[in-house]
């Protein structure tokens, strides 16, 4: 069964700096892989996915992932954080519509 | 596109009462729909699946006799939370992919308050 790990439960940054989330996955079969956001009292929103295509994708938000077989990783990152960054992010695989979530980073940017 | 919405978002019940929680695809048909739910600063939680038409899939510790769902049509999926309870109170989370795709697309969630 698939599975993702995301290192960090919490990630404080300054605005302007880097932004750098964590997630592993663990997947018998080629994954789908995905990053969503999720701000207070809300839904989740996609942010971006990786589908077998490129192995860079890029997102909305600026926000860019990597996906890196080798190291079974797909860290989601952003050159530059913006105060409306702030939020909780989850890394999620699937496999045949089992969709499997990370424990998920909380987000916040400091002024 | 791809907008899920759900309805109410927010609902104060008292103990024993039953709440109805809708979950609709607003610009596609929904092949399949997942219902979630969501203790405060934890990841989601997979209760069930279900696709229209048929009955739903739960998990594992999900008893479906408390929770209701039901698919009646490709944009629509409700859960019932049956007698309530205290404990019921959390947020819950709808999600629905469209033919062929692995893509969740979520709703805005419903948050319960069992009084």
């Known amino acids: 069964a698939q599975s993702v790990t995301q290192l960090g439960s919490h990630v404080s940054v300054s605005e302007g700096a880097l932004v750098l989330l964590r997630c592993n996955y663990s997947?018998?079969?080629?994954?789908?892989l995905f990053w969503y956001v999720q701000y207070p009292n809300q839904g989740l929103q996609l942010l971006l996915k990786y589908t077998s295509a490129a192995t860079l994708v890029k997102g909305i938000n600026g926000f860019e992932a990597e996906f890196k077989k080798s190291e079974t990783s797909f860290h989601l990152t952003k050159p530059s954080a913006h105060m409306s960054d702030a939020a909780e992010y989850f890394c999620a695989v699937t496999d045949n519509n089992d969709m499997r979530f990370g424990a998920g980073t909380r987000l916040t940017v400091k002024p | 596109g791809a907008v899920v919405s759900q309805h109410p978002s927010r609902v104060i019940c008292k103990s024993g009462t039953s709440v109805k929680i809708e979950c609709r695809s607003l610009?596609?048909?929904?092949?399949?729909m997942f219902w979630y739910r969501q203790f405060p600063k934890q990841s989601l939680m997979l209760m069930a699946t279900?696709?229209?038409?048929?009955?739903?899939?739960?998990e594992q510790g999900v008893e479906k006799d408390k929770f209701l769902i039901n698919h009646a049509s490709l944009t629509l999926s409700t859960l019932t939370v049956t007698s309530a309870h205290p404990e019921d109170s959390s947020f819950y989370i709808c999600s629905a992919t469209r033919g062929g795709e692995e893509t969740q697309y979520f709703g805005p969630g419903t948050r319960l308050l069992v009084l």
């Open positions: 279900s696709n229209e038409g048929s009955k739903a899939t739960y």
């Open positions: 997947s018998s079969v080629p994954p789908y």
């Open positions: 610009d596609f048909q929904a092949t399949t």
